[in-house]
C-alpha cells in the first residue's frame, strides 16, 4: 500500500488514506463507491442511508468521503446515459455483463465524463478494482471498454446515442437526462413540453443541504449558511457536516428540504375559525415535517400528534419530536384507520406515500426503482388516507394532502375524485397562503405545486381540504 497516497495526488483529490478495509492495489475510496453501488442493486437500499455508514466503514476523510458521495450518486443518477454509451462500446448486451463489472463501468464512465479525473486515472483505478474483486479477465475487458469510452466527451456521446430531439423528442430526453421512457412521459403531462428538459436538468443537479430553525426552539440567525428565499425557517449550507451544527445535534433544529418546510407552513398559516388545538401529521415517518407542525403548533398553544405506520420509522419521528412544547405524542398505528375519533381534529397533514418522483434529485435510484405498475396501489392508498384524514377533522377544520411527486395521478386527478364524491368538503385556493412564491400554481385552479427547476426545491404538491 506504499504507492497509494501517490496515487491519490495523481487523481487529483489528495487527502489521506482512511484506516477501514481495504484490499490490495485498490484505491480505497472507489472500493467504498462500488459498495454504495452494490448496496442500493442488492438490497434496495437508499444512496443517502448508504453512503453515511460505508463512508463510516471505510473511515474515510472529509475529501475522500465528498468524492465518494459524488461518484456513487452520480453513478446511480447518470445509470441511463452511462447505459447507453456503454452499450457502443461493448458488442453484447449489457445485462449479459457480470453486474459487478457493469457497476465498475458506470463509476468509470462517470469519472471521464463527468468528474474532473485524469482518464489515465479514471481507467487504471477501474481496472484495479475489477481484477480486485472479480478476475483478470474482466479486468482487461474494463480496461477496453473504458478506453473506447474515453474517446469523447459527454455531449459527444449524447449526440452519437440519443436520437434528435425533433426526431424522437421522448426518446432524446430519457437518453439525454437519464430518466426511463415512462417517467419522461408523466412529467411532461404535468409540466408541460416546453419546461420539460429544464426539469429533467435539474433532477440531475444534487441539491445543497437545507436546514430548518425551529420555531421557538431556535432561528436561523444562529444557523450557518444563506436564507432560503421562500421559506422562513431555513438556510441552505455552502459545504460542512450538519450534524456538527449545534442546534441540529440539539434538535432544535434539523436536515429539511425548503420545499418540505414550505408543506408546514401551508398547513399551519390555513385560516380556522373558532377552536384550533389539535394537530395531526397522519403519516409522520421519518419526522421532519411533523418536527415543524409541532414548534409551530406550540406556538400558539396546540398541539400535534404524530401518527407512522411503522414502528422503526414513528421511532425517528420520536427522535425529530424530542423536547418539543407543542407535541402531544407518537403513536404507531395505521394511518387508514387512525385511534382517534371522528371530527375530534382541527388541521391533518397527510404527507402521503407516493412515487417520490418528486425528489429524484435527492434520490438519485427511485427514478431505476419504481414502475408504472407501482402507480395503482399508490394511489389507493392516498385516496383512503385522505379520506380518513377529512373523516378525522372537525367541521370547518383543515385537511392538506401533500406528495413528493407532480405525477397527475398521485395530485389533481386524485383531488378532484375525492372533491367530487364527497359533499362534506370544498378544495379551498391555497395560492395566497404562499405569496413570496413565483410561478406554484397547480394544474388543478388552488392546489400548489413547486418545481425543482423553478424553485430550487423538490416537487412539493400541496391541495387544502376544509370539511363543511
Known amino acids: 500500500m506504499a504507492d497509494q497516497p501517490r496515487r491519490r495526488a495523481r487523481d487529483g483529490r489528495g487527502g489521506q488514506v482512511g484506516r477501514g478495509p481495504r484490499r490490495p492495489d485498490v484505491d480505497v475510496a472507489r472500493l467504498a463507491a ?25 473511515a474515510l476523510g472529509p475529501r475522500d468521503a465528498a468524492f465518494v458521495t459524488e461518484l456513487a450518486s452520480g453513478s446511480i443518477r447518470w445509470r441511463g446515459t452511462y447505459d447507453a454509451v456503454l452499450a457502443a462500446c461493448i458488442d453484447r448486451s449489457l445485462s449479459k455483463v457480470e453486474a459487478k463489472v457493469l457497476d465498475v463501468l458506470r463509476l468509470g464512465a462517470h469519472q471521464l465524463l463527468a468528474m474532473r479525473v485524469p482518464d489515465h486515472a479514471a481507467i487504471s483505478t477501474s481496472v484495479d478494482l475489477v481484477r480486485s474483486t472479480v478476475s483478470e479477465g474482466a479486468a482487461g475487458f474494463t480496461n477496453a471498454v473504458l478506453r473506447k469510452v474515453a474517446a469523447q466527451d459527454l455531449e ?17 430526453a430519457e437518453v439525454a437526462f437519464s430518466h426511463p421512457a415512462w417517467i419522461v412521459d408523466e412529467l411532461r403531462k404535468t409540466v408541460g413540453a416546453a419546461e420539460l428538459e429544464a ?16 420555531p421557538g426552539r431556535s432561528t436561523r440567525e444562529e444557523l450557518p449558511g444563506t436564507p432560503t428565499p421562500y421559506s422562513p425557517y431555513g438556510v441552505t449550507l455552502e459545504g460542512g457536516a450538519p450534524g456538527e451544527v449545534p442546534a441540529v445535534a440539539e434538535g432544535r ?7 418540505s418546510q414550505l408543506v408546514a407552513e401551508v398547513l399551519a398559516s390555513a385560516q380556522l375559525e373558532g377552536r384550533d388545538r389539535t394537530w395531526v401529521d397522519l403519516c409522520a415517518g421519518p419526522g421532519g415535517k411533523a418536527a415543524l407542525l409541532a414548534a409551530l403548533a406550540g406556538q400558539r398553544g396546540a398541539s400535534l400528534l404524530a401518527i407512522e405506520a411503522q414502528a422503526h420509522r414513528a421511532r425517528l419521528v420520536a427522535r425529530a419530536l424530542r423536547d418539543s412544547p407543542g407535541t402531544v405524542g407518537v403513536v404507531t398505528a395505521d394511518g387508514r384507520t387512525p385511534p382517534l375519533a371522528a371530527g375530534s381534529v382541527d388541521r391533518v397533514l397527510v404527507d402521503a406515500p407516493c412515487s417520490g418522483l418528486g425528489a429524484l434529485r435527492r434520490r438519485p435510484e427511485a427514478r431505476w426503482r419504481r414502475k408504472p405498475s407501482d402507480m395503482v396501489p399508490l394511489v389507493l392508498l392516498q385516496r383512503t ?11 370547518g377544520g383543515v385537511v392538506l394532502y401533500a406528495t ?8 389533481t386527478d386524485l383531488v378532484s375524485a375525492v372533491v367530487g364524491a364527497r359533499r362534506d368538503v370544498v378544495l379551498e385556493d391555497a395560492s395566497g397562503l404562499l405569496p413570496g412564491v413565483p ?13 425543482p427547476h423553478r424553485h430550487h426545491t423538490d416537487a412539493m404538491f400541496m391541495a387544502l381540504l376544509r370539511k363543511q
Open 404 to 411: 413528493c411527486s407532480p405525477v397527475m395521478s398521485e395530485t
Open 385 to 395: 388516507l385522505l379520506g380518513a384524514a377529512l373523516d378525522l377533522v372537525r367541521p
Open 156 to 172: 459527444a456521446w449524447i449526440a452519437q446515442v440519443a436520437p434528435a430531439r425533433e426526431r424522437n423528442p421522448q426518446r432524446h
Open 439 to 451: 410561478d406554484c400554481a397547480g394544474r388543478l385552479p388552488g392546489t400548489l405545486q413547486l418545481w
Open 34 to 58: 462500488l459498495q454504495v453501488l452494490k448496496t442500493v442493486r442488492v438490497d434496495d437500499a437508499y444512496t443517502n442511508l448508504v453512503l453515511p455508514a460505508v463512508v463510516s466503514h471505510f
Open 199 to 214: 426539469l429533467l436538468a435539474a433532477d440531475n443537479v444534487p441539491p445543497k443541504v437545507t436546514l430548518v430553525a425551529r
Open 253 to 259: 433544529a434539523g436536515v429539511q428540504d425548503e420545499g
